[in-house]
Nanobody, 121 residues
Framework: QVQLVESGGGLVETGGSLGLSCAAS??????LGWFRQAPGKEREFVAAISWSEGRSYVDDSVKGRFTISRDNGKNTAYLQMISLKPADTGTYYC????????????????WGQGTQVTVSS
């Protein structure tokens, strides 16, 4: 059973930066993804990274602004966000999957509790 704990959310102004962390424990997995959900909207994929190789990709909506990385020694993944926009506001979740670099939430078996990111205009 994999446990995931996100941290690092907060309030930031438009154009600002924020870094999220996701600490994993309790088991192994092949990919870790970040998703976000704004109020009244469906959860959407943000980025994913393969845990062993470190290959990653991000959704086009955040490409060039968000970077996903991981530290295997610390069993922690990160999402570095720059040039934030109000549209980036939402609850950010990390999730672990046995699939490789999948953007489909249905493939993620384990989920964190989420951390709130609010970008003020």
């Amino acid at each position: 059973q994999v446990q995931l704990v996100e941290s690092g959310g907060g309030l930031v102004e438009t154009g600002g930066s924020l870094g999220l962390s996701c600490a994993a424990s309790g088991g192994t997995f092949n990919s870790l993804g970040w998703f976000r959900q704004a109020p009244g909207k469906e959860r959407e994929f943000v980025a994913a990274i393969s845990w062993s190789e470190g290959r990653s990709y991000v959704d086009d909506s955040v490409k060039g602004r968000f970077t996903i990385s991981r530290d295997n020694g610390k069993n922690t993944a990160y999402l570095q966000m720059i040039s934030l926009k109000p549209a980036d506001t939402g609850t950010y979740y990390c999730a672990a999957a046995y699939s490789i670099l999948t953007s489909l939430s249905i493939n993620y078996r384990y989920w964190g509790q989420g951390t709130q990111v609010t970008v003020s205009s």
